[in-house]
């Protein structure tokens, strides 16, 4: 069992920028595969980044390529979102979500599991 705890959510002017922490418990954070998902009001929770089990390989949906970049400590079991450029349209409850399969995957259905979220707000 995994549990997941995620932090750095908040408001920011649009071409700012936060970083989001996730703060995992139990011995096995490094061989989980980590995720990054977020829903905005009104819509269904889409995937953001995902990073393997040593930070080896990362992959990123295209609206925030560029833009976002994950990255993880497996010694402080903690994956991290450092968001760049951030624009109105990244305003969303992110979430982290942790995968016992070593391969990346984007669909939220796959990861086995999930944090309470953080909340992102984007003013322009």
């Known amino acids: 069992q995994v549990q997941l705890v995620e932090s750095g959510g908040g408001l920011v002017q649009a071409g700012g920028s936060l970083r989001l922490s996730c703060a995992a418990s139990g011995r096995t954070f490094s061989s989980y595969t980590m995720g990054w998902f977020r829903q905005a009001p009104g819509k269904e929770r889409e995937f953001v980044a995902a990073i393997n089990w040593n930070g080896g390989t990362t992959y990123y949906a295209e609206s925030v390529k560029g833009r976002f970049t994950i990255s993880r400590d497996n010694a402080k079991n903690t994956v991290y979102l450092q968001m760049n450029s951030l624009k109105p349209e990244d305003t969303a409850v992110y979430y982290c979500?942790?995968?016992?399969?070593?391969?990346?995957?984007?669909?939220?259905?796959?990861?086995?599991?999930w944090g309470q979220g953080t909340q992102v707000t984007v003013s322009s």
């Open positions: 979500a942790a995968r016992r399969v070593a391969n990346i995957a984007t669909g939220e259905y796959e990861y086995d599991y």
